[in-house]
């Protein structure tokens, strides 16, 4: 398999006040990720994963190390456009991300910094605002939309650049539940498109429906494995609290009852399926 992105012995430390020590958020990590590949990272809070997110298209460089997408070293400044472009990237907060007054102009905005035509950019822009349901608030203002609507019109604006990669970090984080629920919709879309994606989440039902999780504590990898590899370590997924998804919580009390669930049954989804054909 081709890896669009390759992490080799990352240390990011950010220098605080003068005469304070450096602190060290990331810290010998390793990974590679596969094209097309669909990746959780998932950890508590200052475990490095914001860190790590920024390393990766270069608005972050390593202090020792190297990352290379598709190939390119991001500290090579001749690429620095080629790496952004190739590796787009969502926040949490939507209202950070938009730029203009209108949702077309916020969606082009990308495209024209890549020097892309005029009418190329209108038919990015269509499809992209197509690709979230967005297309009809085209010449709305992004200010009085939705916090969902306008994560939406941020990623519009991400997929009209063409990005191999996206990579999100913690997007559903601001939103209520039907908010959530689209975005994760519309990354699954993308990535049966065939982009490349990084979910950083603390939903472990976000997570769940990664092929792939990759669990980052104090500044390091702590686990990397399947979702079901990865939700059948019960233990240590408590020691760096984290939660695992309702459905395998689920499961396994349904089990202590005597229903014999298998272990790779994971997702509410399979639970239900499941469930739906027990006799
Ligand atoms: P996460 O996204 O997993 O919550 P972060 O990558 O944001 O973690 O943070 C990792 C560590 O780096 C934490 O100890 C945090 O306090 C520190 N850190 C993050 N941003 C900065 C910054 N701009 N300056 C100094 N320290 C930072
Ligand atoms: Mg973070």
Redesign the pocket.
Same mark, same amino acid.
């Given at each position: 398999m081709e890896s669009i992105i390759r992490i080799e012995n990352l240390v990011f430390e950010?220098m $605080?006040g003068e005469d304070e020590s450096p602190?060290r958020?990331?810290d010998d990590v390793s990974l590679r990720f596969e094209k097309g590949s669909f990746t959780a990272i998932i950890?508590?809070?200052?475990?490095?994963? $914001?860190?790590?997110?920024k390393n990766l298209n270069g608005l972050l460089l390593p202090s020792s190390g190297a990352i290379y997408v598709k190939g390119w070293d991001t500290k090579d400044e001749d690429h620095i456009w080629d790496i952004r472009q190739s590796a787009g990237m969502v926040f949490q907060n939507p209202d950070n991300q938009l730029v203009s007054s209108i949702v077309e102009d916020d969606v082009a905005f990308g495209p024209e910094n890549l020097g892309i035509e005029p009418d190329e950019i209108r038919r990015r822009v269509d499809k992209a605002l197509a690709s979230v349901n967005m297309g009809r608030y085209k010449k709305k203002a992004p200010h009085n939309l939705s916090g969902g609507q306008k994560q939406r019109i941020a990623i519009a604006g991400v997929v009209a650049m063409k990005p191999e990669c996206i990579i999100f970090?913690e997007p559903t984080a601001m939103l209520d539940p039907k908010g959530r629920s689209e975005i994760m919709e519309i990354i699954k879309e993308l990535h049966e498109d065939g982009i490349t994606v990084i979910l950083?989440t603390h939903f472990m039902d976000e997570a769940v429906q990664a092929d792939r999780i990759v669990i980052?504590d104090n500044?390091q990898v702590l686990l990397d494995g399947t979702p079901a590899e990865i939700f059948a370590q019960e233990e240590t997924l408590r020691e760096v609290n984290l939660e695992v998804p309702m459905a395998v919580a689920l499961a396994e009390r349904l089990r202590k009852r005597g229903i014999k669930i298998p272990e790779d049954i994971i997702t509410s989804e399979g639970l239900v399926e499941f469930i739906c054909q027990y006799k």
């Open positions: 950010y $605080s602190v958020a990331i950890g508590r809070n200052g475990s490095g994963k $914001s860190t790590l997110a970090d950083i980052m500044s």
